[in-house]
Each structure stands twice: as structure tokens, then as C-alpha cells.
């Protein structure tokens, strides 16, 4: 008999190409990944990995073993999910990846609403960045994310899973409340505060600020959002999703120092909620889901 979790594994390095991408996907060691692999090599009775390069290749036993695998996973969801419709009642554990904002704006409000209307959901919840949350939820580290969609940015599909749309999220450029530039173009030079390179929302703001006619000068790189409102409020400036926003107009700059101004064309981000496709009808994900539109709802 095969360890599925090892199964799991080898199904992770296919679809990443190479066992370190793996192993960070499955927030393992590239070497905890490796000892688990030719323990299954040894359990399968021949090789599974080939080294081409920098990356593996799976040989025709370790093909076989994928198809099965995806087909093994998909009716363990399945079969959760007639059993846990068989008990009726929304019940268990749920596990939810969640970026920051999204975190700041909704989480308290979903809470609320599970312990008022499905008290027996026990809601265990991971700050991270939504495309990794994509991953591991396509994985089944976690059962829901909660991810972002930019204007005309690309992000990867996963046909395993499902979204909905939990909302839109205006952006904003942020400034001190005594600054007196209403746009873009009269930021061009002040010393702008991002998210790191692996965020979507930075390369989304310097790109907004290329088609004002200038390169933002990025003197801080920091993902915590509510540092960039401190650092906004000290003179730099920011793009910044209303999810970030502790409050608006006049109650923003007297409590934090600093104003929203919208950016051309009014952009926003797409808020979502995704999980894997055979588990969308377990009671418990489905309250979850119910917690999260009401938590929008009661913005």
C-alpha cells in the first residue's frame, strides 16, 4: 500500500517541475521531500525521479503513479463530502488561507457569523500570500483561500478548483492628509513604500505609475499594509486597496494622518474565495463561504 501524503508529493513535484519548488509549495525542506520520495521509490520498487538539468523528470511509473494519485485525491473530496451532507448539520474543522488585507477587513466579521450561525465550524485560519494559498489549497493544506485578482494581471489557473466572487476592492493612491497633490502624476517625487517583489499588487502600482509618466522611487519595501499608512502619513507614498483602510474620509485623516485619493479609471481588485471543486458542497466550507459574503456584506 502506497502513503498517499508520498503520493501527494510526487503529484507536487510534477506539476512544479523541481523538488525545491515542491518542497517551498508544501513549506517543506527540499530534503524532508527527497527522504519521502525514495521511500516511496522503495515501496513502488523502482525509480520515480530522473535528473534532467536543473529539474527532475518523472519517469513512466512515476506517470502512472500521478494519474491515479489525482484521481485518488479527488474522490477522497468526493466521498467527505456525501458523508459530512449525510450528517447535515455544519460541523468540523476548516482550514482558511488568508491574505493580510483581506484578514484586517473580514475576519472578525466571519467569526461573528459562524459563532452565531454554525457555532460547531471550527474555523482555523493562516495568514498568506493568495497565490501560495492557491497552491496549497489546490494541495490540500487548506480547504478555502481567499485570493486577489488585479486589473489585466494574470494569475495562474487551477482547474481543480472553484472560486466566487466575494467582492471588489477599490485602489487608492495614499498620501499624507496635508499633501497637496490629488494625483498621481504629483507624487512623482516622493519616496514610495510597496509590497515585495513576489507581490502582485507592487508590480501593479509601479505600473500605474509608468503610465503617469514617471518611475516611482521605492525607497521602502514592506508587506505589513499598515506600515505603509504610518510611512503614508510621514510623507511617502503608497497605492493601497480600501480592505486596507482603517476608516474613510474625514475619520481617515484626523485618526491616521493621511487621505484616499482614487486612482484613473477607478481600478479595483477581485476578491475571492476558492476551493478544491469535489469539496464545495461539505456543510461546513459552505458556512464558511456564508460567513465570508456576510462579513462583506456587513462592511
Request: hydrophobic letters at 45%; a negative charge; charged letters at 20%.
Amino acid at each position: 500500500m502506497y502513503d498517499i501524503r508520498r503520493l501527494a508529493m510526487l503529484l507536487e513535484i510534477h506539476e512544479r517541475g523541481t523538488l525545491a519548488a515542491a518542497a517551498k509549495a508544501l513549506h517543506l525542506t527540499s530534503s524532508a521531500v527527497s527522504q519521502q520520495i525514495t521511500t516511496l521509490e522503495k515501496e513502488v520498487g523502482a525509480p520515480l525521479l530522473r535528473k534532467v538539468g536543473r529539474r527532475v523528470e518523472l519517469t513512466t511509473e512515476a506517470l502512472i503513479l500521478i494519474e491515479s494519485t489525482r484521481n485518488i485525491l479527488k474522490e477522497l473530496d468526493a466521498a467527505r463530502t456525501r458523508i459530512t451532507l449525510l450528517e447535515g448539520v455544519p460541523a468540523g474543522q476548516v482550514r482558511l488561507a488568508i491574505f493580510q488585507s483581506a484578514a484586517q477587513a473580514l475576519l472578525t466579521g466571519t467569526l461573528e457569523h459562524l459563532a452565531e450561525h454554525a457555532p460547531q465550524v471550527q474555523l482555523h485560519v493562516v495568514q498568506i500570500d493568495p497565490e501560495t494559498g492557491l497552491t496549497l489549497t489546490r494541495s490540500r493544506e487548506f480547504d478555502l483561500v481567499i485570493a486577489e485578482s488585479y486589473p489585466h494581471h494574470y494569475i495562474p489557473e487551477y482547474p481543480e478548483l472553484t472560486s466566487e466572487l466575494l467582492t471588489e476592492d477599490s485602489l487608492n493612491l495614499v498620501l499624507a492628509a496635508d499633501h497637496p497633490a490629488q494625483g498621481l502624476e504629483a507624487a512623482a517625487d516622493l519616496l514610495w513604500v510597496f509590497e515585495g517583489e513576489h507581490n502582485t499588487s507592487r508590480m501593479w502600482g509601479i505600473n500605474q505609475c509608468r503610465a503617469a509618466g514617471f518611475e516611482p522611487q521605492v525607497r521602502y519595501v514592506i508587506d505589513d499594509l499598515n506600515t505603509h499608512l504610518q510611512l503614508a502619513a510621514g510623507g511617502a507614498a503608497a497605492i493601497m486597496p480600501s480592505f486596507a483602510l482603517p476608516a474613510t474620509g474625514e475619520d481617515l485623516a484626523q485618526a491616521h494622518g493621511v487621505k484616499a485619493i482614487p486612482l484613473p479609471g477607478a481600478p479595483y481588485r477581485e476578491i475571492y474565495v476558492a476551493t478544491r471543486t469535489e469539496s464545495t458542497g461539505q456543510p461546513a466550507i459552505r458556512a464558511v463561504k456564508d460567513a465570508l459574503k456576510a462579513a462583506v456584506e456587513g462592511r
